[in-house]
Nanobody
Framework: QVQLVESGGGLVQAGGSLRLSCAASGGTFSSYAMAWFRQAPGKEREFVAACTGGGGTDYADSVKGRFIISRDNAKNMVYLQMNSLAPEDAAVYYC??????????????????WGQGTQVTVSS
């Protein structure tokens, strides 16, 4: 069983930056595919970024060039550095993990484990 705990959310002005963290426990973290999704009020949860255990990454077009996903396998941590934040980035951000399949996916159903989420609010 994998447990995920997000942190680092908060209120930031448009144009600012935040770094989200996700602490994972259970299993062999270096083999997990890790991802970040987000869900704004009234909208479906959407893919933001993902990375493989080996460091391969994938980004949604809406965040490419502004957000960076990274991981520290020694600390069982994955991060999402968010720069140039805009009001449309405001959402609850969720960390997700998958430890039985190769690569990553943009599909919610591909991931077996989810954190509780952390709120990001962007003021204009």
């Amino acid at each position: 069983q994998v447990q995920l705990v997000e942190s680092g959310g908060g209120l930031v002005q448009a144009g600012g930056s935040l770094r989200l963290s996700c602490a994972a426990s259970g299993g062999t973290f270096s083999s997990y595919a890790m991802a970040w999704f987000r869900q704004a009020p009234g909208k479906e949860r959407e893919f933001v970024a993902a990375c493989t255990g080996g460091g391969g990454t994938d980004y949604a077009d809406s965040v490419k060039g502004r957000f960076i996903i990274s991981r520290d396998n020694a600390k069982n941590m994955v991060y999402l550095q968010m720069n140039s934040l805009a009001p449309e980035d405001a959402a609850v951000y969720y960390c997700a993990a998958e430890n039985t399949r190769w690569g990553t996916s943009r599909r919610l159903s591909w991931y077996d484990y989810w954190g509780q989420g952390t709120q990001v609010t962007v003021s204009s």
